[in-house]
């Protein structure tokens, strides 16, 4: 009785529509991946093999993705160098002209302004969040405004002037002052505030350290640079001193030495930021070759798995409109076996 009634007719074909229904979804995932649903059990032993490949795949994509911010960091930071040289290029004009005696003093004094206001605004650019020119730490501005009241490196170049001569730069006595002694003490009272330790002391919170990313498997580089370079060192010297100096009250002997003093040191900056924009450069080529390099094993791997994976899709797709058929024929004589009764038989 049990093996031709209708109720065991009808939980036979609910569970052969379960299992129907299990094959539609292991079907159709593989026709719309390309690739086998479970790849344990199409591969056996070989499993170890694609998941080796799986995971290589993965840790190449991550540095490549890697490798996309840290080329937009060096692009960002090559602007910045490039902003920096022309800005340091006309500083440099200004103090040729300035030396030919046709321009005056007040408006050297305020080109000087200019370019220190100019050097920390680039120096303090971010990019996604973090600033450019802060060595490792990306997250303070690498640079303290001079110009901003209270500013410490203000106070103690100001402070460097009074202790060295016993007067301030407005102070009558100022016109007195030699070009010899002034030489002596941009020497030995200026440049230690920007080339020696005065400078983290109270210009600079960047790191002489660079941060170093991973651009491929087997290698590293530094991929950023600091404001503690020489180059920008030397340019924010010469326009500290011809902002502070130029309109005081000083002989013009004196003045005429800043003035010399500024372009040697100006041109030197170039230079030096030259030479960074140089390494960034190199780093960008270096970075560019290693993602080519490592798209090229991608699309390698790519291959290797796909082979290992991958159906035959006319299959796949064959297999799911076959198993959706079979279902909607199983639900309609579902439908059918379960009107069937006894009673409307002997009725």
Known sequence: M?????????????YQQMRM??????????????????????????????????????????IIDSNGLVAARLSSTQTS????????????SSLTTATSGDSSDSLTQSTGKTTIQQLGSI???????????????????????????????KAAFDASFVSHFGFTPTDPAATNITAAQMDDYITNDV???????????????????????????????????????????????AAAMVSTLMTSNISQAAKDTIIGRSQSLVGEALSGIGQVQSETGIVQKRVSDASDRMKTQVDLFERHILDLEAVDPAEAATRVANLTQHIETSFALTARLQQLSLLKYLT
């Open 21 to 62: 229904q299990a094959d539609l979804v292991k079907a159709t995932k593989e026709s719309s991946t390309g690739k086998v649903a479970d790849v344990g059990l199409a591969l056996g032993g070989r499993t170890a093999q694609s998941v080796t490949f799986s995971r290589d795949l993965d840790r190449l994509n991550v």
């Open 191 to 237: 440049a230690p505030q920007f080339l020696g330790s005065g400078w983290q002391t109270n210009w600079s919170n960047a790191t002489d350290q660079q941060i170093v990313s991973r651009i491929a498997l087997n290698e590293t580089t530094p991929t950023s640079t600091s404001a503690n370079s020489d180059g920008i060192r030397k340019l924010a010297m």
């Open 81 to 92: 160098l490039s902003q920096l040289s022309s800005v340091a290029q006309s500083f440099l």
């Open 123 to 153: 120096l303090n650019t971010s990019v996604n969040g973090e600033y450019l020119f802060a060595g490792t730490n990306t997250d303070v501005k690498p640079i303290n405004d001079f110009t901003a009241a209270g500013s410490p490196a």
């Open 2 to 14: 049990t093996s031709v009634s209708s109720a065991a007719l009808s939980n036979a074909m609910r």
